[in-house]
């Protein structure tokens, strides 16, 4: 199975589980900017406690997937993953950050019709916004290369305002500059 395929999978079963969340990380990359490589598929997920056994349900079947540490991830708000069992493929399951920024990119997300699925997607405002974070934090210049292709890309359609906005805010603003202009 090729991650076209788990991607499907994955999506259809999130879908049909009502659970609200949004595809972020180098898939989303890949939507807004450049396509580049990734191993893994990345979501950011609105998980309540009440939702623990809708998730094992929807995946437990063909994923190896662990009622306890769905549940202690909810206790601690920490991310959780699951293995396909079919081709080894990784979801790797974060929850909304419980902060103003966190709150807004996931009340922005879109829904875009990728593959002939509806999936709810971070903007490419946010992913830009993430991937400067993440750059400011781990100076990994795969993240600045993948925010960089995301305004070649969608540049014209980009909010600066919220994005200048945001990055104020957020303390990276001297590494967006080089870009917003």
Known sequence: MDLEELFKKVIARLNESKIPYMLTGGLAV??????RSTMDIDVVIDLKKYHQEKVYESFHKDFYINLDEISQAIERKISFNIIDRESGGAIDFYFVKNDEYGEVRFKRRLTKKILDMKVSIITPEDLILIKLQWYKESESTKHLEDAESI???SGEKLNRKYLIKWAKKLDVYDILKGYAQ
């Open 151 to 153: 305004f070649k890309i």
């Open 30 to 35: 890949t939507i807004w900017g450049r396509p």
